[in-house]
């Protein structure tokens, strides 16, 4: 039975004030587990929950689903600024492209900064130990420590928390504190009924995934950085079950947006009392509502972005077509040529060098060349010293694009015209 239990903070002399010094009681909460919780839904919720899965899998399984893997990796950005303890978005997209370029072709020393090395390096470890969780033939607890690790590579308390951590408050005490997780000997046996969650499918995915993420952030299992694995777990869920091929959806990043809204839900999913009760069915109900709606506002932002790609694409073929019979070639190139191989791969990779050109579109280094060199002189690239003897060459209208989204997905209205962008995000283009 979920339960508030009452605890006793004693007083310490290590806090820098008295009422920082002083104990008093606090209540830490204890949830029931996932694997033998019922599960009742009533039928509007039932079915708002298969109309957003049904749009979540529409989006996944669109031919055009494919460039959100790139606007997926570079929203992966926000996490790993956290996680590097980076202050501020002052790196940009196109510096992390160019730094995770350079691992790839180490020619690429320039234009980018010692801080946007930190974070494609970040952004690298992340996608490893997201993809190695979410493939591998069963979730534990060592895997969900390796993405732990992974986000906060610097953390020097790794493993499940020993000691009491909260949330609100005083940095000395949980006596004041908006939130206790429960205290650290219940951890374990919490994270293995959640692990064993996680490894079964008696409820949808979007249902998993919202119960899990929730469940994940009460239990708090980590000193720091909670909230970042949690919201890693979304996506590990969704990939697990097969409605997502890859992180195409940024619910992490609608629930931080609507922050309050979130906090909402998981005070509302924390009931008291036993787990078939009505107040247990509301407050799981209203957490799921929550979770649904920021899943739906992902999945619609998404698809604006991918239209937005596809609309750009079109752009550019007319551009290419326009250079290319000013030279007096055919307008259109040749099918499975360098330069139309060229033309489907740019949104998800919008910065190459002639070498990882050569690999990502399986071609020689000279059609490699001919095909950057040509889009370049057509407008559609532009070209930058990456280092002495080497070139790079930048789709910036991408870049301007995922600019665009990450602002609006920080918009409460996701529209920055009507709501301003409610955290740091990147400057808006200049035209």
Known sequence: MAEFQDERWEPSFDGPTRSSRRGGRYRSYIPDGLTERPLMLDPALSVRAQ????????????????????????????????????????????????????????????????????????????????????????????????????????????????????????????????????????????????????????????????????????????????????????????????????????????????????IDGLNSYRYQGPSTSAAARAGIAAWLATFLEAADA????????????EELTRHWQR??????????????????????????ALPEIPVLTTRTAERALGVSFPAARTALEEFAEAGILSRKQVDRGTTGYLANEVFDLLTFAERELASTQWDTRKAKPGRAVPARPQN
């Not at 019979?325 to 139309?340: F, H, K, L």
């Open 51 to 262: 109309e957003v899965e049904a749009s979540v899998r529409r989006l996944a399984t669109s031919p055009r689903s494919r460039c959100l893997e790139g606007l997926a990796r570079f929203l992966l950005r926000s996490e790993a600024l956290a996680s590097s303890r980076i202050e501020g978005l002052q790196v940009s997209a196109q510096q992390v492209a160019l730094a995770e370029l350079a691992q790839t072709d180490h020619s690429v020393t320039r234009g980018f900064t010692g801080n946007a090395a930190l974070v494609a390096n970040n952004i690298h470890a992340l996608k490893q130990a997201t993809t190695a969780l979410a493939t591998a033939p069963a979730l534990d607890l060592p895997g969900i420590d390796a993405l732990h690790r992974a986000l906060l590579p610097d953390e020097k308390h790794q493993g499940l928390r020993e000691v009491q951590n909260w949330i609100g408050g005083s940095d000395w005490s949980p006596v004041d504190a908006d939130f206790v997780p429960p205290k650290p000997a219940l951890v374990e046996p919490l994270m293995a009924d959640l692990t064993a969650y996680l490894n079964g499918g008696a409820h949808a995915p979007l249902v998993q995934a919202a119960l899990a993420h929730a469940q994940f952030e009460t239990i708090h299992p980590y000193t720091d950085g909670n909230g970042r694995v949690g919201r890693a777990l979304i996506h590990t869920v969704l990939v697990r079950r097969g409605l997502t091929p890859g992180a195409i959806l940024p619910i992490s990043l609608v629930l931080l947006t609507r922050s309050r809204a979130y």
């Open 319 to 344: 551009r290419l077509a326009e250079y290319r019979s000013g030279q007096g070639v055919r307008s259109q190139p040749r099918a499975n040529s360098a330069s139309a191989k060229l033309l489907i």
């Open 298 to 309: 992902a999945a619609t932002q998404a698809d604006k972005f991918s239209e937005a790609i």
